[in-house]
């Protein structure tokens, strides 16, 4: 059953030429955040407030922000803090999701009913005010913007992973291995998760490019990435006064959030396309 | 009729939950309602006065068995901030999310699923790709920004539309579209994918041979089979939107449940956040539940 | 005593017309004559009115809104001078704590009942009740009784003699409510367009919250009678939305102006900007207690670090000057004790006096809710490390930052430098430094715990203090201490409470105390 989703697959996902371009644009960034101390024309710290509010130049090719520091290198050094809330919460979320998900499936019973009705419960649950509880609670700043990331990610995961399991464990061969008296935890890890992954891999790519859009929901709100520390979702929320004064301030974030969330969607969708060849 | 009871009687213990979550939240996140109602300049025996008259200084599982049974007599309590019943201030933002939410879902389902089928049709060719990535880029764009920048254009350059405000159908128009926009997003991938699904490659080729009526075909058989799987999407995004919109009713000034909650939140107006929470929950889970039973309706194999 | 007059009119009217002059505005007058006024004027602000009680109202929206359908005994007039309202004269005691109020005769409430001393005496003791929990009790601490004398005549009775007194009448808390609508809504007045009952020139005619409460103005008013028929009030909580709404016409006045839109508007031929000198003043406040805060050439040292004038040039631009005391100009009380101004030797020199030549570690609490507050923060964050001080930013939401000012007891409260937007709503020395600067046990308002002995006398002996030039000398002593020695913060600037408007909008009311009236204005 892997074997379909095997061979063919890479194949198949580089004739999706949309994914390929978004594949290419998350490398692109990907280098961005790594190489930003050298790619970078200056320290994103350094305030400079003698030269604020600078249009695009030799110097500054974005121009400068309110307190004069360098927009680009901002923006690359933003790279890095984006993408770790947007990788980090949804991979943390994934874990937890993952587990509970199984459990759910495997369990069966009062334990699959419990899960279920938590991941209702948070789903029906406004997530935007769960996300500005999780950082009123935990105090503001990058470990807890992922945490509440991460936790609007949570219930997703663990539907997507239930939904799958749930026809992985009902099959003969993981019914068979039970009979045997195989462990549970090689079971589900021969037989059960391999089902999983395509579903998942397809899922966790749409969920990261919703995390960009959620982390900067929360700048928005005033919440999220402490200063001084270069956030996209914060340069572009707090950006938005200058959209007609000083527009590269707003233009160049909100051009990098939507370009990383789109090519998240559009690798997701070539993967789905890619490990799922009936579609 | 059954189905529809039972699908309603299980939405019972998730909003018993929510009811739980919202009142532990409440009272693990640091903030003082009195403090803040009470103002900066106020002493600290108004702020100790406004504490008890809320009922604040009783033992937590008190004021939540207050909460519980003054919310099963559908007394929601008054707001802290406005002095007002939570009922009202409810009902007052109602209508402009409902509206907002209902309009968007339904522009969403015409480009979604427009969109949808000319990238299904067209699989895998450039149209399939520039319709999905064209449809993923309002998606993928922060709401607040999205917005600002239609009305930048639209109000300001073209003076096509008012700016902000909810008076008249006209007002609805930019906030529409950009929910709209970005909900069609998702419209359009399920209803590409659930076609592709029933079409399957080879019918793909057979109707690409025959011609003309085989896309009456494509358009009768499988849309219908696609319907149940769009109409859960657009579900759960109606249910989505009745909570989440406030970026989008600041900006265009709207006055829905989204800012309500928020600001609720920042003045920890402990009633209005219970209140506005139970009755999106309440929504979100009846949507769900009405989406159930609608898509039984439409296949029978999901018929329990 | 109703001459009180303000020793800064004449820098406010120069500051105004500089500002007028400056940015090419002045709304006043400038109206096309040609077209005929319009009945209705829209004005934005970022947040609705919570309240129209004025007993419950502790923000400026509702503020706003009281303004034009309450009136007090006492009011203040355009350059912050306090004028007889509802009274038409008063005097006080040779004991300085009787105060007698004649009223004026003929004025009814907008439900028809007639205003008289009763409406006052009933209006106070809805107040002054600690059973009714209002959130405005504390300004009235002073107040031993409010008598009816005769049907014209009320008599205040304070608790000692209290230099603030006339301005406290003059707050808008202290206007009055009618007796017959207090009856009929209880807790609930002031919640509602119809539970909301005054004497003011516009009555509440609706209020559909977060979208729009409409005004209308009352016909034959006996103190004026308004131009324009009806005021909306449409909040838009979006800076760049409100600014966006003005230019597509959609609204004629907006509050609160984006700080970078300044310049932008004001070079516009269609939107007039208005600045007005005001009682905001932008504070970071030290946590005295926290080491090496507890030294006072520590505090010096930082205040003398920050570079008040690029700040207030390049950051918040037109919206502000460099803060020059410990009030702010138009406020009764205030001393001239000049621009704090960068000094990196002396402050160097401080620290290493203090035994911290190369700095020390500072945490710096914020909250967007203050206009630029992050950046503000970023930008002393900067200017600190040039003496060596590095700090670390903490973004809280307001109900968090709230929290740490309400009475907690010094060691439960980890803040060190906490930014605070100071505006004493009386417009007096007072309430802008005693409640706020005063020894306390716990932060109830004096959130960074400032003590300081001396201070303590003299702005207690200020309180009692009713002759008008010793209790000037009383209130400039207490601002040089805690301005200038024994610094309680480090005041950046002093606000402009700024507004913007169609042009064809003429004779707004802008008032230093940070709202804007529209009882003259008219709408071409």
Not at chain 3, 288 to 316: C, E, G, M
């Amino acid at each position: 059953m892997t074997a379909r989703a095997g061979t063919g697959a890479p194949a198949r996902f580089l004739r999706h030429r949309a994914a390929v371009a978004g594949a290419v644009c998350l490398g692109l960034v990907v280098i961005a955040a790594i190489g930003a101390p050298w790619l970078a024309p200056y320290d994103p710290l350094v305030v400079d407030l003698a030269n604020n509010f600078a249009g695009p130049s030799a110097m500054h090719p974005l121009g400068t922000d309110q307190l004069g520091r360098d927009t680009l290198s901002r923006l690359l050094f933003g790279a890095r803090v984006s993408l770790l809330l947007s990788v980090g919460g949804v991979l943390s979320a994934l874990a937890i999701g993952a587990t509970l998900g199984l459990a759910a499936a495997w369990a069966g019973g009062w334990t699959d009913r419990a899960i279920v009705w938590l991941v209702d419960v948070l789903l029906s649950f406004p997530d935007i005010l769960l996300a500005i509880a999780v950082i009123a609670a935990l105090g503001p700043g990058t470990g807890s913007t992922l945490v509440a990331v991460a936790a609007y990610a949570v219930p997703t995961c663990a539907r997507v992973v239930r939904a799958s399991a749930l026809t992985a464990v009902g099959r003969d061969s993981v019914v068979a291995a039970r009979a045997l008296g195989a462990s549970t935890l090689w079971i589900i890890r021969k037989h059960v998760w391999p089902l999983c992954v395509s579903p998942v891999v397809a899922q966790t790519t749409v969920l990261l490019g919703k995390a960009v859009l959620v982390a900067s929901g929360l700048s928005f709100l005033g919440l999220g990435v402490q200063p001084p520390e270069p956030e996209w979702g914060a340069m572009l929320s707090r950006g938005r006064d200058l959209t007609r004064t000083a527009p590269l301030g707003a233009f160049a974030p909100g051009v990098a959030i939507t370009l990383v969330a789109l090519s998240f969607s559009l690798v997701g969708d070539g993967l789905r396309d890619a490990l799922d060849p009936k579609r | 009729m059954r189905h529809a009871a039972a699908a309603v009687l299980r939405t019972v213990p998730t909003l018993l939950g929510v009811s739980v979550l919202v009142f532990l939240i409440m009272h693990a996140i640091p903030g003082d309602p009195a403090a803040i109602a009470a103002g900066l300049d106020a002493s600290p025996e108004t702020v100790a006065a406004i504490r008890e008259s809320l009922g604040l200084n009783r033992p937590l599982h008190e004021q939540f068995g207050a909460f519980l049974s003054r919310t099963l007599r559908g007394d929601f309590g008054v707001s802290i901030r406005t002095g007002r019943p939570v009922i009202e201030e409810v009902a007052a933002r109602m209508p402009y999310t409902l509206l907002l939410s209902v309009a968007s879902v339904v522009l969403a389902a015409l480009v979604g699923v427009t969109a949808g089928v000319v990238a299904a049709v067209r699989h895998q060719r450039w149209l399939d790709h520039v319709v999905m990535t064209l449809t993923l880029v309002a998606v993928s764009t922060p709401s607040y920004w999205l917005a600002l920048m239609l009305m930048l254009v639209m109000a300001v350059w073209l003076g096509w539309l008012p700016a902000i405000g909810a008076a008249t159908p006209r007002h609805f128009v930019l906030p529409v579209l950009t929910l709209g926009l970005q909900s069609a997003g998702e419209v359009a991938r399920m209803t590409r994918a659930t076609l592709l699904d029933v079409l399957g490659d080879e019918f793909l080729r057979a109707a690409r041979a025959r011609g003309v009526s085989s896309r009456r075909m494509l358009w009768r058989h499988a849309l219908g089979n696609a319907a149940v799987p769009i109409a859960t999407v657009l579900g759960l995004r109606i249910g989505g939107l009745l909570a989440g919109t406030v970026l989008v009713e600041s900006v265009f000034a709207i006055p829905g449940l989204g800012r309500m909650m928020v600001d609720a939140v920042v003045a920890r107006d402990f009633p209005m956040i219970q209140g506005g929470v139970l009755v999106v929950a309440t929504s979100y889970v009846l949507i769900n539940a009405a989406t159930d039973v609608l898509a039984a309706r439409l296949d029978p194999r999901l018929r329990t | 005593m109703s001459n009180n007059r303000l020793p800064h009119a004449a820098t406010v009217v120069a500051l105004l017309a500089l500002a007028a002059a400056g940015i090419g505005c002045g709304g006043r007058g400038q109206a096309p004559e040609a077209t005929a006024p319009r009945d209705t004027l829209v004005f934005s602000a970022p947040a609705d009115a919570t309240t129209l009680d004025p007993h419950n109202t502790t923000d400026t929206e509702s503020d706003q809104v009281i303004g034009m359908v309450f009136e007090g005994l006492l009011g203040f007039d355009d350059q912050m001078n306090i004028v007889g309202r509802l009274a038409e004269r008063w005097n006080v005691e040779s004991d300085g704590i009787t105060w007698t109020f004649h009223l004026r005769r003929g004025v009814t409430f907008h439900d028809g009942s007639p205003f008289n001393a009763e409406a006052v005496r009933v209006s106070f003791a809805r107040v002054l009740d600690p059973a009714q929990k209002h959130k405005r009790l504390s300004l009235f601490v002073m107040l031993d009784r409010v008598e009816a004398v005769d049907d014209f005549t009320v008599r205040f009775v304070t608790k000692y003699p209290f230099g603030a007194f006339e301005p406290t009448i003059a707050h808008i808390s202290s206007t009055i409510l009618s007796p017959a609508a207090m009856a009929t809504h209880g807790a609930a007045f002031g919640t509602t367009a119809t539970s909301t009952v005054g004497t003011g020139p516009y009555r509440v005619i609706s209020w559909k919250r977060d979208q729009e409460l409409v005004l209308e103005r009352v016909e034959q008013h006996w103190r004026l009678t308004p131009p324009t028929r009806r005021i909306v009030y449409r909040p838009i909580p979006e800076g760049a939305a409100r600014v966006l709404a003005l230019e597509a016409g959609d609204v004629d006045v907006i509050s609160r102006v984006p700080p970078p839109e300044l310049d932008r508007l004001g070079a516009s031929p269609a939107i007039a900007v208005t600045k007005t000198v005001s009682i905001g003043a932008q504070q970071f406040r030290f946590n005295v207690t926290k080491p090496p805060l507890n030294d006072r050439r520590v505090r010096q040292a930082i205040s003398l670090a920050i570079d008040r004038r690029a700040i207030v040039d390049q950051l918040v631009q037109g919206f502000a000057t460099p803060s020059t005391s410990a009030l702010t100009p138009i406020m009764r009380g205030y001393a001239p004790l000049g621009e704090i101004a960068r000094d990196l030797e002396k402050a160097r020199q401080l620290l290493a006096e203090a035994g911290h030549p190369n700095g020390f570690p500072l945490k710096i609490a914020t909250t967007p809710r203050y206009p630029m507050g992050v950046e503000l923060a970023e930008a002393i964050a900067a200017q600190l490390r040039d003496v060596g001080i590095v700090s670390t930013i903490q973004v809280h939401d307001w109900a968090t930052m709230v929290q740490f000012w309400a009475g907690l007891p010094p060691e439960k409260n980890p803040q060190e430098l906490f930014i605070m937007g100071a505006g004493a709503s009386t417009a007096d020395a007072d309430w802008g430094l005693r409640p706020i600067f005063q020894t306390a046990p716990t932060n109830e308002n004096n959130y960074g715990y400032y003590s300081n002995a001396e201070f303590d006398d003299v702005i207690t002996a200020a309180m009692r203090e009713t002759d008008a030039a010793r209790r000037q000398a009383l209130y400039r002593r207490a601002q040089e201490i805690v301005y200038l020695e024994d610094p309680g913060a480090i005041w950046m600037y002093d606000n402009y409470y700024v507004i913007a408007s169609r042009r064809g909008v003429s004779d707004l009311s802008p008032s230093a105390l940070g709202v804007v009236t529209f009882e003259r204005a008219v709408v071409r």
